[in-house]
C-alpha cells in the first residue's frame, strides 16, 4: 500500500511550559514509522522557552503546522482548535512531555483496521517514566491473573462509567467518533473522562495489548493534581457525571455510575472539598444506589 493510500493520522502535539522534555517528545514524532502523517504543533501560551523550540521544529519540517495560542485556553480548547485544522481519519492527542514509541501509530492503525468500523478509539498499554525518562512501572500490572487495572475491549460503557482503567496518553481516537461528540467539552477542565463517557455510548473501543506509549510522571502534570485540597478537576468530574446519568439506560449501567460516583464522593470528604461532596451525594440519591456508609457522609457533609 502506497503512502497516498493509507489512512491520514494527525498528531496534535499539545505544549504547555513542557521545554524541559519537549525535544524527545518532538523526536519520537520524527522517528515514527508510519509514513502519512499530519503534525499540528500547539503552543497555549507557555511561559518558559517551549514556543522557541517549537518554531524550531516547525522551520525543520515544512509540513507540520504552528498554532501560538495568544492566551493560555486550556487543554479541551487547545485541541478542537487544532481539531478544526485537522483532515486526519484519526487524531492522537499527544501531550508533550509524554513520549510516542516508533509503531506507536502504524500499529494503532492496524488495529483499527482489526477492530472494524464501530470502533471510536484504540488504547494500549504504557510505560511510566520519570523525570529523567527512568522507567518507573507500566501502567497495567501482570500477574499470573492477568493485567490490573482490567482492560476492556468492545462495548465499554458501564465500564468506562464504573472505573479507571485506560492510560489516557496511548489514546488514538477516530475523526468520526470527535465529530460525532462536537470535539472536546471547552467547559471542562480535562477531557478523558469525558470523553470515554460520550464515546463509549455509542462507539466501540479496543485495547492493543501491547506498550507504545511513554508517560511522563513529575510534579507539573495534570495527574498529580487531583483528589487534593481544592481539587481542580472535581467539579468537571461532576459535571460529566450528570452527563453520564443523563446516558444510562437501565439500572446496570446506573449501578456502575454510582461505583464511581461513590468514589468520587469519598476522596472529595477526604480532602475537605465539602460543596462538591454534597453535589456527589445527591447524585448518588438520585441514581438510587445509597449503601450505609455513604449516608453517614452524607449526614457528615450536611453539615
Known sequence: MSHAELPLVT??????????????????????????LEV???????????ATILR???????????????????????????LHQSSGEFLVDFATDDVLLPHRIAHHVAAFHRAGPACGMVYSDAELIDEEGHLVRRHFRRDAQGLHPRPASGWVFADVLARYFISTPTMTMRRATLEQLGGYDEALAYEDFDFWVRAARDWQFYFLDEVTTQKRLHPQSMSRKGYRPNDPYLASTIRVCRKAQALCRNDEERAALAIRVRWELRQAVRWRNFPEARDLFRLLQELGHVRTLDWMLGQ????
Open 300 to 303: 457528615v457533609v450536611k453539615w
Open 11 to 36: 498528531i496534535v502535539a499539545l505544549c504547555y511550559n513542557h521545554a524541559r522534555f519537549l525535544r524527545q517528545a518532538l523526536d519520537s514524532i520524527v522517528h515514527q514509522t508510519y509514513p502519512n
Open 56 to 82: 524550531q521544529y516547525a522551520a525543520e519540517h515544512p509540513g507540520w503546522r504552528l498554532l501560538l495560542m495568544p492566551e493560555n485556553v486550556g487543554n479541551c480548547r487547545a485541541f478542537n482548535q487544532a
Open 40 to 50: 499540528l504543533l500547539v503552543d497555549d501560551a507557555s511561559t518558559d522557552k517551549s
